[in-house]
């Protein structure tokens, strides 16, 4: 009868941690061990615990869950990057550990170009009361606003493709093997009249792949001209500017690399506009590897950065620092690969062709 009165009296009300505790004959610690994924819980006990809130249909209070353990369980991704696909990708990997995890993702947009942004970002962070945030490239790159996170104890982690923290700390991807590769699958094409447009001067991404490119193309007796640069701003638009640049140039390149997929398609079309035949005139290649890259007629060949295993991991990180264990960040992988994904806009320039 004791019994059911209990049951009775759970029924009748929103049932709450110490309800699951004394159904599961557990401790409300053991309990939130349980619903934070935290270690040292026995199968058997976890498995018990999990069935009562199951069977209760329990859900934390959120804000009660915060004041017990200091926490907001508010995770944020910020970032000042024009390219939707890049942020999307990189939420969805966060987002598949937030949630099992027990966390919400806050995304936070930015203008790069805005007053005392980086202090903003610090107000931002103290106002909602995040407890570790994801930073995106280029403002990931910042080292002044990384020294502003940890002079308040925030949590971070950030996405980067250049070695730019320790291990605990970053997600990297490696742009110098990625563009090595692009140079010499043009040059095992054939092209040496190679054009390239970079991306935005803010960005070290920008800079790491132009200097990458050249040193490419030079180790392999390929010079890179200033009259075959031109400089974007990662938008189609710039795309678009950049190769009438390039192909209304005195000596056109049979080729043209652009720092990043809306670029390269901006090529695509202003080159199609101009009767230029794709790719049996004119080889180019993007980066990113956005989904529109497969879309496009001809499909593009492009870099794939593996930007949503990058949210993943930047996620596992934070998770492990905003839980004080900075042993199983390091543990995680910091480093991606690469992939040269070669679909249908490169050939021979049309010399070697006859």
């Known amino acids: 009868m004791k019994d059911n ?13 110490s309800d699951v505790a004394r159904l599961a004959g557990v401790s409300k610690k053991t309990v939130s061990r349980v619903i934070n994924s935290e270690p040292n819980v026995g199968v058997k006990t976890l498995s018990k615990v999990k069935k009562v809130i199951e069977d209760l249909d329990y859900s934390p ?36 550990q937030c949630r099992p995890n027990g966390y919400e993702l806050v995304v936070h947009p930015c203008d790069a170009n805005q ?101 490419a193309l030079e180790q392999n007796g390929v010079h890179l001209g200033n009259n075959h640069i031109a400089f974007g701003a990662n ?17 056109p390149p049979t080729a043209i690399f652009a720092s990043n997929d809306e670029m390269a398609i901006g090529v695509m079309v202003t080159a199609q506009k101009m009767g230029i035949d794709i790719p049996n005139e004119l080889t180019i290649i993007g980066f990113d590897d956005t989904p529109q890259a497969s879309k496009v007629w001809p499909a593009l060949t492009t870099v794939n950065l593996k930007v949503r295993e990058m949210g993943q991991l930047a996620t596992q990180k934070l998770l492990a620092l905003c839980s004080n264990n900075i042993g199983l960040a390091k543990t995680i992988k910091s480093e991606l690969v690469t992939t040269l994904v070669r679909r249908e806009t490169t050939a021979p320039p049309p010399t070697l062709r006859g």
Do not use: W
């Open 235 to 251: 938008t189609f638009q710039s795309g678009v500017d950049c190769a009438v640049q390039l192909l209304k140039s005195e000596n």
């Open 115 to 215: 007053a005392n942004l980086h202090d903003d970002i610090i107000n931002f962070i103290r106002r909602t009361k995040i407890d570790g945030v994801i930073l995106l490239p280029p403002l990931s790159e910042s080292n002044d606003l990384i020294n502003k996170l940890k002079a308040i104890k925030c949590n971070y982690v950030r996405l980067v493709s250049v070695i730019s923290d320790d291990v605990a700390h970053m997600v990297h991807f490696n742009d110098r093997e990625a563009v090595k590769d692009i140079a010499e699958h043009l040059i095992a094409l054939g092209h040496t009249d190679i054009g390239f447009i970079k991306g935005p001067d803010n960005s070290n991404s920008a800079a790491e792949r132009h200097d990458a490119f050249r040193d």
């Open 5 to 17: 009165i209990i049951e009775e009296s759970i029924v009748d009300k929103k049932p709450t941690i």
């Open 61 to 96: 209070n959120p804000q009660a869950r915060g004041l017990a353990f200091s926490r907001s369980f508010l995770l944020a991704m910020i970032y000042d990057n024009p390219n939707a696909s890049f942020i999307t990708d990189a939420m969805y990997g966060a987002l598949s």
